[in-house]
């Protein structure tokens, strides 16, 4: 593929985010992450350790990662895979069949998370040390 496009929260980076990437980097020549902002992830109910600024520049600092956008809404990606011309849309699969709308615009992947790997359970752990 040529342009593949992801998104997510990507807080306290590690390494089940890596190789998510990393897997989608071998996959397409040209990654985009859409980076959810700190007011979308409120919308989800989630808060996030590291302020949107900062998981951007660790984005931007990853070798698999070509571009960042920001994430601010759920309906934004058929816009995104029109503006970048996406044609590979590809999430972890605990979004299993979540996106499979998309597949209208593009192909639409869900790959095996990393197990035992989330930033909920490394905030636990600094909480608990
Ligand atoms: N992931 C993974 N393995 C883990 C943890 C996360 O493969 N151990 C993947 C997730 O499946 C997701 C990506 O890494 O594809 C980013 O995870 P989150 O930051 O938790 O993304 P989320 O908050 O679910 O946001 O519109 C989509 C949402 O923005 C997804």
């Not at 979308?40 to 960042?68: H, M, Q, S, W």
Request: with cysteine; aromatic share 10%; glycine share 8%.
């Amino acid at each position: 593929y040529g342009v593949v496009l992801t998104y997510g929260t990507f807080d306290l980076f590690h390494a089940g985010h890596v190789r998510l990437l990393e897997r989608i980097a071998a996959l397409g020549s040209y990654v985009i992450v859409g980076c959810s902002t700190d007011e979308f992830n409120a919308g989800k109910g989630k808060v996030t350790a590291i302020p949107y600024e900062d998981r951007v520049e660790v984005l931007n600092a990853c070798k698999f990662v070509d571009l960042v956008i920001p994430e601010t809404a759920w309906d934004q990606k058929p816009g995104d895979i029109k503006t970048h011309g996406a044609e590979l849309f590809v999430m972890g699969d605990d979004w299993a069949g979540e996106f499979d709308d998309l597949k209208a615009h593009c192909e639409v992947l869900y790959l095996p998370r990393t197990p035992d790997i989330s930033s909920t359970q490394i905030k636990h752990t600094v909480k608990c040390a």
